[in-house]
Nanobody, 121 residues
Framework: QVQLVESGGGLVQTGGSLRLSCAAS????????MAWYRQAPGKERELVAT???????NAADPVKARFTISRDNAKNTVHLQMNNLKPEETAVYYC???????????????WGQGTQVIVSS
């Protein structure tokens, strides 16, 4: 059974920083793309940033200059360093990954349970 568990959310003031982490566990053969999404109250879930297994990254325009996604393939983890946070970025942040479980010749999309980020003004 594969699981994604996020950590690192919390309350921060405008302009502050947070580092989110997500660890994949279980019988994993390999992980392709990993990503962070967020969902603000009353809004749809949106893509924040992605990273390939080889380390190529992409980020949404509003966060491109302030957020950095990284991963450790040996530890099956992905991180999101968020700097200069804004109140409108208050949301639940979700980890997402394309994972091939051991013994299965296919990839599946997995989601974490989410971690709350609150940016106070």
């Amino acid at each position: 059974q594969v699981q994604l568990v996020e950590s690192g959310g919390g309350l921060v003031q405008t302009g502050g920083s947070l580092r989110l982490s997500c660890a994949a566990s279980g019988t994993i053969f390999t992980i392709n793309r990993m990503a962070w999404y967020r969902q603000a109250p009353g809004k749809e879930r949106e893509l924040v940033a992605t990273i390939t297994r080889g380390g190529s990254t992409n980020a949404a325009d509003p966060v491109k200059a302030r957020f950095t996604i990284s991963r450790d393939n040996a530890k099956n983890t992905v991180h999101l360093q968020m700097n200069n946070l804004k109140p409108e970025e208050t949301a639940v942040y979700y980890c997402n990954a394309e994972i091939r479980p051991s013994g299965i010749n296919d990839f599946f999309d997995y989601w974490g349970q989410g971690t709350q980020v609150i940016v106070s003004s």
